[in-house]
């Protein structure tokens, strides 16, 4: 089991920056990619981005590209989400997640350990 603890959620205006932080603690060593998905108000849980820990691959949806970086720092087992140029439609709670797969997925099905979430609010 991967314990997985999300922080620095926010309120932001538009055109604005946060970064999210995920550690990670518990069995680490069994999961090869990190996800981050995010899930608004009456809307599905949809994928963000995802890193691998050891090469450091990551993917990205299309909406965040050239917006939002994923890293990793993995002697502190800590995942970030850096989220640039916000925008109102970005408002969602955002879930930091681990995989156990060793190819990235898109699918909140292929992640076996969830973190509670933590709320990004971007005002116009």
């Known amino acids: 089991q991967v314990q997985l603890v999300e922080s620095g959620g926010g309120l932001v205006q538009a055109g604005g920056s946060l970064r999210l932080s995920c550690a990670a603690s518990?069995?680490?060593?069994?999961?090869?990619?990190m996800g981050w998905f995010r899930q608004a108000p009456g809307k599905e849980r949809e994928f963000v981005a995802t890193i691998s820990w050891g090469r450091g691959s990551t993917y990205y949806t299309d909406s965040v590209k050239g917006r939002f970086t994923i890293s990793r720092d993995n002697a502190k087992n800590t995942v970030y989400l850096q989220m640039t140029s916000l925008k109102p439609e970005d408002t969602a709670v955002y879930y930091c997640?681990?995989?156990?797969?060793?190819?990235?997925?898109?699918?909140?099905?292929?992640?076996?350990?969830w973190g509670q979430g933590t709320q990004v609010t971007v005002s116009s």
């Open positions: 997640a681990a995989s156990s797969k060793t190819y990235y997925s898109t699918k909140s099905t292929s992640y076996d350990n």
């Open positions: 518990g069995r680490t060593f069994s999961s090869y990619f």
